[in-house]
Structure formats: C-alpha cells, structure tokens
C-alpha cells in the first residue's frame, strides 16, 4: 500500500493579506499596538514574520490599514441607493459568516481611551458614516447614515458577538429580507420626511 503524503495548501496572496489584517485586528483589540509586535501578529495568522513584511512594508504601514474602514466601506456601499438597505445586510452576515470579518463591527471594539481608539472613530466616521450620508438625499442625511450604521451594528453584535443562536442558524437571504427594509428605510427616510 503506498503512503499518502498530505501537501499543505498553498495560500493566495488575499487569504494571507486578509488573515494577517484578521490576525492584527483581533490584537489590536485586546492590546495598545505599541505592544504588539510583528512576530506575535505572524504567529496569529499562522504565516512568518517576515511574510508580513512583505505584504504590509512595516508596522506602521500594517497598523494603518488595519485601522483604516476604506476598503471595507467600498463593498459596503456597492450598490445602488434604492438597494443599499438589503446590500449592506447582506454584506455584514455573509462577511460575518463567509470571510469570517466584520466590515463595520470593529468600530464595536475600539478602546474608550487613547490614541489608536481616537483614530478608529474618527476613520469610522470619516470613511463610513460620512461617506455614506454623502450618498443620501435629504437634510437630516447625516442622522439616517448614523441610525442605519447603527442598526446594522446591532445586527452585527446579535450574530457576532452574542452569537444569537436563532440569527445564526437563519438563512442570509431570509435576514436581508427581513431586516434589509428596516435599513432602507432608514437610508430613504419615510416618504416626504426630513427634506
């Protein structure tokens, strides 16, 4: 009987990319990134030290992505207006559940106190909320990007973080249908409201 060899699978350069950013984000949240060093963010992504160098130039660099909301805020919006509600749904729980990242869910974890919490929130509210009242029509543009961030915070913690056993185990497509018109509605306002 031959032996089978197991050859380990190789990773494409976005599933690296992505575990050191998930790897990085995740200590970011539990300590200051003056303590964090490369070598520990490596070991967490299960790459070398090195790799991450390659793909990030340094620390700094690394850590300017990690606490950057603009790539995420892209696939995030990537949708017509009258479909955004059902889109950014969507996005958080397959990306939640799929990629297994949480495109506006880390604002969740940025600390109270101290520089790298500051610059979380303002590229939260620079890159994200900004950004998408920007999109809206209206004068109180602002305060439905605000409220419709904010319902799909929740979202994102009930199935997250709390691990809602009945959310999890719900079908994508029944939850965007379900809670997407909430969403909308909050992007579109009620009919002849806030102009």
Same mark, same amino acid.
């Given at each position: 009987?031959?032996?089978?060899?197991?050859?380990?699978? /190789?990773?494409?350069? #976005? $599933?690296?990319?992505? &575990?050191?950013?998930?790897? &990085?984000?995740?200590?970011?949240?539990?300590?200051?990134?003056?303590?964090?060093?490369?070598?520990?963010?490596?070991?967490?992504?299960?790459?070398?030290?090195?790799?991450?160098?390659?793909?990030?130039?340094?620390? #700094?660099?690394?850590?300017? /992505?990690?606490?950057?909301?603009?790539?995420? $805020?892209? &696939?995030?919006?990537?949708? !017509? +207006? =009258?479909?955004?509600?059902?889109?950014?749904?969507?996005?958080?729980?397959?990306?939640?559940? =799929? #990629?297994?990242a949480d495109p506006v869910l880390r604002i969740v974890f940025a600390p109270l106190h101290g520089e790298h919490g500051d610059v979380l929130r303002a590229n939260f509210r620079a890159q994200v909320i900004d950004r998408l009242a920007a999109r809206l029509p209206g004068a109180d543009a602002a305060l439905?990007?605000?409220?419709?961030?904010? $319902? +799909?915070?929740?979202?994102?913690?009930?199935?997250?973080?709390? /691990?809602?056993?009945?959310?999890?185990? $719900?079908?994508?497509?029944?939850?965007?249908?379900?809670?997407? !018109?909430?969403?909308?509605?909050? +992007?579109?306002?009620?009919?002849?409201?806030?102009?």
């Amino acid at each position: 009987m031959r032996a089978v060899t197991t050859v380990p699978a /190789r990773r494409d350069a #976005e $599933t690296t990319k992505a &575990a050191i950013l998930k790897a &990085a984000r995740h200590l970011l949240a539990r300590q200051a990134r003056a303590d964090i060093t490369l070598k520990a963010v490596a070991e967490r992504a299960g790459v070398s030290a090195p790799l991450v160098l390659k793909y990030f130039g340094n620390k #700094e660099a690394l850590f300017t /992505r990690v606490m950057s909301f603009e790539a995420d $805020t892209e &696939a995030l919006l990537d949708a !017509p +207006l =009258e479909e955004l509600g059902r889109h950014m749904v969507r996005r958080v729980v397959r990306g939640q559940r =799929e #990629e297994g990242a949480d495109p506006v869910l880390r604002i969740v974890f940025a600390p109270l106190h101290g520089e790298h919490g500051d610059v979380l929130r303002a590229n939260f509210r620079a890159q994200v909320i900004d950004r998408l009242a920007a999109r809206l029509p209206g004068a109180d543009a602002a305060l439905r990007a605000e409220l419709a961030v904010a $319902t +799909l915070l929740g979202l994102g913690v009930m199935n997250g973080i709390a /691990r809602g056993e009945v959310v999890r185990a $719900t079908p994508v497509e029944e939850i965007v249908a379900r809670y997407g !018109p909430t969403v909308q509605a909050l +992007l579109t306002g009620p009919p002849g409201g806030g102009e």
